[in-house]
């Protein structure tokens, strides 16, 4: 019989990604990150203040992934709350991240008591949310994200998914607006769980 199938982000959702990805520059490159507006590029500095240029940043981000991404700790509740939905529903971790890196990311979700299946994926994610709504063919479906784009995306190609936005980092939670084509948002496991219950009791 089919089941509800929750599609969840992991950085900023399910693991902290600001912190330890600016410790990550500031301990491997001497550079350092402000989050004085929501962009990461453009906000990576060298000691002399100046930028570093957005075509330095994509391997930033892959070394990042590559060499540190153990050091990104659980968000609060994250793998409680999936844990008790995974009792009643199929979870999905739909992640942008390079497909070189999802495996190792799997590995850490599951060592952090969250052994869900990953998909890495680049852009946009209406196009593999579609997909797995095919595959599934889930009773309900329940998407969460930090991103406003994302919801955009899931909105454009899977209306009637339930769109729910988080972000629960506190580095960045001021800086993000609530996503206008999101249906709620909680920016914390606990609120988040209570309000998908409700959803799936309905
Ligand atoms: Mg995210």
Not at 8 to 37: K, N, Q, W
């Amino acid at each position: 019989m089919a089941r509800p199938l929750i599609i969840s982000d992991c950085d900023g959702v399910l693991l902290h990604f600001i912190a330890p990805f600016i410790d990550y520059l500031r301990e491997v490159h001497a550079l350092t990150l402000a989050m004085d507006s929501f962009a990461l590029t453009g906000n990576v500095r060298r000691a002399d203040g100046s930028a570093v240029a957005p075509q330095e940043f994509p391997p930033l981000l892959d070394g990042f992934f590559a060499d540190w991404m153990h050091n990104q700790q659980p968000i609060a509740g994250a793998a409680d709350s999936l844990a008790q939905l995974a009792r009643d529903c199929d979870v999905v971790v739909l992640t942008n991240i390079a497909d070189h890196h999802a495996t190792r990311r799997t590995h850490e979700l599951a060592r952090l008591d969250m052994p869900y299946r990953v998909i890495g994926n680049k852009g946009g994610k209406g196009e593999p949310l579609k997909k797995l709504l095919d595959e599934f063919q889930p009773s309900t479906a329940i998407f969460i994200d930090d991103l406003p784009p994302n919801h955009t995306s899931v909105k454009a190609h899977a209306d009637h998914v339930h769109r729910l936005h988080m972000v629960a980092e506190i580095e960045v939670r001021h800086l993000i607006p609530a996503a206008p084509d999101a249906h709620a948002r909680h920016d914390d496991w606990p609120a988040m769980l209570s309000h998908i219950e409700t959803i799936l009791k309905g």
